[in-house]
């Protein structure tokens, strides 16, 4: 029976494995890129635009979780005033979203409630 079983493994063709297996690492690689590369790249590039469209007055938030309003914008830094005239410097690159358009949790409907 053992013998039987190796035989069979032994006559099975093998042309077209190194392609199958080209084509599925290629088709790896596609996924990988539309799910993972793409979607990356389009949030930098939605952050480097919204960092560079910083004007006097955006309610931000930091990376850190420092929520403040710009009172001065150079081209590395803003000027955050975080309390009643504590103003503090941080990169542009450190803020991370304005704060009016964070995500807010809606209230409950009365069928939830």
Do not use: C
Request: no cysteine; hydrophobic share 40%.
């Amino acid at each position: 029976m053992t013998a039987f079983i190796l035989l069979q493994a032994d006559a099975a063709p093998t042309g077209g494995s190194g392609l199958q297996t080209l084509f599925l690492i290629g088709a790896i690689g596609i996924i990988f890129y539309f799910f993972m590369i793409r979607p990356q790249q389009r949030r930098q590039k939605q952050h480097k635009t919204f960092v560079d469209t910083l004007k006097k007055g955006d309610q931000v938030v930091t990376i850190g979780g420092m929520h403040g309003r710009v009172v001065e914008v150079s081209d590395e830094a803003v000027v955050l005033d975080v309390d009643r005239g504590t103003k503090l410097t941080f990169e542009k690159s450190a803020v991370s979203v304005e704060a009016s358009k964070k995500y807010v949790k809606p209230a409950p409907t009365k069928a939830e409630a």
